[in-house]
T-cell receptor
């Protein structure tokens, strides 16, 4: 029944070693988001895809990239992780363009990234 | 720009106590309002939502009413349980792609 799936749930990487986090969805939603969350603070939006259109937040570091090869999958690539990138990374999906009653963002369980 | 302000935590209650977590918002449009809950080590789960003034969202004993006149969406539960211990986020969406989150309120419920 899982609707937004994130793999792995826990990821350990070394300082400077590239890492990829994945997200998949079974909801057929047209928007997919990546958030960074530290210490149960409010999630910070990194970027989102509306279909194939990529939208980067102005303050997202260049170190963070994303790919969406199809509707169901979206990847977060961290090219050279620093100690400050240790966080929970949350994927979310949403169907934009429907009625307000069904327009809701759904989150995956998150990937906890540790940088050694 | 749009913003959400919610009461600072942590909030500590005994089991079966009444819960209120205050949330107020500022929005230029006519937003939809949400409460999300985050259990330790998990992602955010939608708890309830309301899309227009005077709507009441409810789920699992939690309720919140969309008050346009006071720009508020306070979360309430009549009798909390230990299993309700979590972080609660109030959020709004004004159309467009972004959801604006409050800072979160951590709730501890003691047995």
């Amino acid at each position: 029944d899982a609707m937004v799936i994130q793999n792995p749930r826990y990821q350990v990487t070394q300082f400077g070693k590239p890492v990829t986090l994945s997200c998949s969805q079974t909801l057929n939603h047209n928007v997919m988001y990546w958030y960074q969350q530290k210490s149960s603070q409010a999630p910070k939006l990194l970027f989102h895809y509306y279909d194939k259109d990529f939208n980067n937040e102005a303050d997202t570091p260049d170190n963070f990239q994303s790919r969406r090869p199809n509707t169901s999958f979206c990847f977060l690539d961290i090219r050279s992780p620093g100690l400050g990138d240790a966080a929970m990374y949350l994927c979310a999906t949403r169907r934009v363009g429907t009625s307000r009653s069904t327009d809701t963002q759904y989150f995956g369980p998150g990937t906890r990234l540790t940088v050694l | 720009g749009d913003s959400v302000t919610q009461m600072e935590g942590p909030v500590t209650l005994s089991e079966e106590a009444f819960l209120t977590i205050n949330c107020t918002y500022t929005a230029t449009g006519y937003p939809s309002l949400f409460w999300y809950v985050q259990y330790p080590g998990e992602g955010l789960q939608l708890l309830l939502k309301a899309t227009k003034a005077d709507d009441k969202g409810s789920n699992k004993g939690f309720e919140a009413t969309y008050r346009k006149e006071t720009t508020s969406f306070h979360l309430e539960k009549g009798s909390v349980q230990v299993s309700d211990s979590a972080v609660y986020f109030c959020a709004l969406s004004s159309g467009g792609f972004k959801t604006i989150f409050g800072a979160g309120t951590r709730l501890f419920v003691k047995a």
